[in-house]
Nanobody, 121 residues
Framework: QVQLVESGGGLVQAGGSLRLSCTAS????????MRWYRQAPGKQRELVAA???????TYADSVQGRFIISRDNAKNTAYLQMNSLKPEDTAAYYC???????????????WGQGTQVTVSS
């Protein structure tokens, strides 16, 4: 059973910072891409940032220059450092990752349960 657990959400004032963590546990061979998504009330879930196993990163235009995604492969953990937060960043933030469960090169995608980020103006 593979599990992703997010942490680090909370309430912060505009201009502040938060660091989210996403830790994988369970039985798997390796983790390939890891991603952060967010979903605000009444809106579709959107991709915020992604990081490959090798450390290559991509960002949504709305967070470019403010958010930094990283990962520690030894700890099976991805991070999202969020700086200069804005009220429009308020959302539930979800982690997902692609797991190679057996070493045979087929990926399975799992999601975490989400963590709430609220930015007050």
């Amino acid at each position: 059973q593979v599990q992703l657990v997010e942490s680090g959400g909370g309430l912060v004032q505009a201009g502040g910072s938060l660091r989210l963590s996403c830790t994988a546990s369970g039985s798997f061979f390796s983790i390939n891409a890891m991603r952060w998504y967010r979903q605000a009330p009444g809106k579709q879930r959107e991709l915020v940032a992604a990081v490959t196993k090798g450390g290559n990163t991509t960002y949504a235009d709305s967070v470019q220059g403010r958010f930094i995604i990283s990962r520690d492969n030894a700890k099976n953990t991805a991070y999202l450092q969020m700086n200069s937060l804005k009220p429009e960043d308020t959302a539930a933030y979800y982690c997902n990752a692609d797991f190679d469960l057996t070493g045979r090169g087929r990926d399975y995608r799992y999601w975490g349960q989400g963590t709430q980020v609220t930015v007050s103006s």
